[in-house]
């Protein structure tokens, strides 16, 4: 089997049981909506106050919302034995972990994405810094999907579970949140968001090509 | 394979001895220059004109920092060598290295928090360096936490070889990120291409407490290795004898 065929027939499968559980998908997108409508209880519903806090809130709303489908991406194929047999295939691993981590993105950042504009709505945020925040959001989830794959397969089997993940995953997410809010407030700043996109799509295109190989090795890692 | 030269000691087995030899030596030259370093510090280094006596914090703060980062790397470097050579020792170096690694985090921390308070006004800012010796403290937790997650040895050294690894690629990342984001703490006083900004003996205190910081990590880290040794091998005959 060839790397393309691996990668679509990862993605065609895991699109397909993801499909079968549409109810998870849904729980990540109303945790998203929850914890971004929880900031204005918590804080203000000072109009002014909430549109500058928009994008760092939505950006950390979707840090641990895509923290809550991780454990979907390796556990279940983990717990029945077929991601050894995935491991053993004659396909590439860093093949069939890219349309598994593929799939992942299309199920769970994908939605979230198309749902960032009401969340953007709710704290008042102009138009074109909606737009930003959906750039910034289309160029950092991938980079998310790769460091939680990542952290995904080197806890398969460990202890400690969502929070051992979190703890891990977290800290390296820093710079996707760091540029992918600057980015709106940049904009909003009059100052462009080119500089920051840019770092975010070099970080993209880096954690494309370096993820699926080191996700493959951490999934091996798992079978020692 | 004949083992010889340098490689002899990647064995546990012959390590552990070198390294007993090598912890008093280290622990010794930790403990001198730690006396000299703040004898220099506390009673031969001027006032500071502006800040005062609070500044002397830096002869703990600085050398915390800077082992803090440099530890680190040398965890990622052992963590590349048991990856690539496949060497239990390797890995047992840079398992031993991660507490003291995430202890000089903290000390910078701390110890950074008590100097902004009378110079700052303010114990905690939201600065990049701040945030990011704090994010590498939680970067070294996890490393902890992975390791103590994971029943299985050798899988536990692999998977925290990965997360290193990762790590490491991601610190400058990181570092940069944040300095971008927010910054007040001031520049660095001291680089190696420009003349330092301060007294000569305030700078000699600097490295000889730097100096000290390297000698302890090498002396605890041999040390810990010792112990860890110790227990993975308990099943060879060289330890049963040893302990026996």
Redesign the interface.
């Known amino acids: 089997m060839t790397a393309g065929a691996a990668i679509r027939w990862g993605l065609r499968r895991d699109l397909a049981l993801a499909m079968r559980s549409r109810a998870e998908i849904a729980i990540v997108l109303v945790f998203f909506l929850l914890v971004t409508s929880l900031f204005p209880l918590g804080l203000d519903p000072d109009p002014a106050l909430l549109a500058k806090i928009a994008p760092g809130i939505a950006w950390v709303a979707a840090l641990l919302a895509s923290l809550l489908g991780l454990p979907r991406l390796f556990a279940a194929d983990h717990a029945d034995g077929s991601l050894e047999q995935l491991a053993l295939a004659a396909a590439p691993l860093p093949a069939l972990v890219t349309g598994k981590v593929l799939a992942h993105w299309v199920a769970t950042s994908l939605p979230l994405i198309l749902l960032a504009p009401l969340a953007g709505i709710q704290f008042g945020l102009e138009p074109r810094l909606i737009g930003i925040l959906i750039a910034t959001l289309l160029l950092g989830t991938p980079v998310l999907a790769w460091?939680g794959a990542?952290g995904a397969a080197?806890?398969l089997?460990?202890?400690?579970g969502a929070a051992?993940l979190a703890?891990?995953v977290?800290?390296?997410a820093?710079?996707v949140l760091?540029?992918g809010a600057?980015a709106v407030e940049s904009t909003r700043a009059g100052l462009g968001a080119q500089a920051h996109l840019s770092?975010l799509g070099a970080?993209a295109i880096l954690s494309t090509v370096f993820g699926p190989f080191?996700t493959a090795?951490?999934v091996r890692?798992?079978f020692? | 394979m004949a083992a010889s030269g340098f490689f002899r000691y990647s064995s546990p087995a012959s390590f552990y001895p070198l390294a007993g030899r090598l912890v008093p030596v280290f622990g010794w030259i930790a403990a001198i220059l730690t006396v000299a370093g703040l004898y220099i510090g506390f009673v031969v280094a001027p006032t500071d004109f502006q800040q005062g006596e609070s500044y002397r914090i830096i002869f703990m703060h600085v050398p915390a920092a800077w082992m803090a980062m440099f530890v680190y790397l040398v965890i990622a470097g052992w963590s590349a060598a048991s990856l690539v050579w496949n060497t239990r020792l390797s890995a047992m170096m840079a398992q031993a290295l991660v507490p003291t690694g995430a202890m000089f985090a903290f000390v910078s921390l701390w110890s950074g928090a008590f100097w902004g308070r009378p110079t700052w006004g303010t114990y905690w800012v939201w600065d990049a360096r701040l945030t990011s010796t704090l994010?590498l403290l939680?970067?070294y937790?996890?490393l902890m936490?992975?390791r103590s997650?994971?029943?299985?040895q050798?899988?536990a050294d692999?998977?925290c070889a990965?997360?290193a690894l990762?790590?490491s690629v991601?610190v400058p990342?990181?570092y940069f990120?944040?300095q971008?984001?927010n910054t007040l703490h001031q520049g660095a006083s001291v680089s190696l291409t420009a003349a330092p900004k301060m007294a000569e003996t305030m700078l000699a205190g600097m490295l000889v407490m730097s100096l000290a910081a390297w000698a302890y990590t090498i002396a605890v880290a041999l040390h810990r290795v010792r112990s860890i040794i110790l227990e993975r091998e308990a099943h060879a005959r060289w330890t049963q004898e040893l302990v026996r």
């Not at chain 2, 997650?149 to 299985?152: G, H, L, T």
Request: aromatic content about 8%.
């Open positions: 460091l990542i080197l806890t089997g460990a202890r400690g051992l703890l891990l977290l800290p390296l820093v710079p760091v540029f600057g770092l970080g080191v090795l951490a890692i798992s020692e | 994010i939680f970067l937790l996890g936490a992975l997650a994971i029943e299985d050798r899988r692999r998977a990965v997360l990762v790590g991601n990342i990181i990120s944040v971008w984001w």
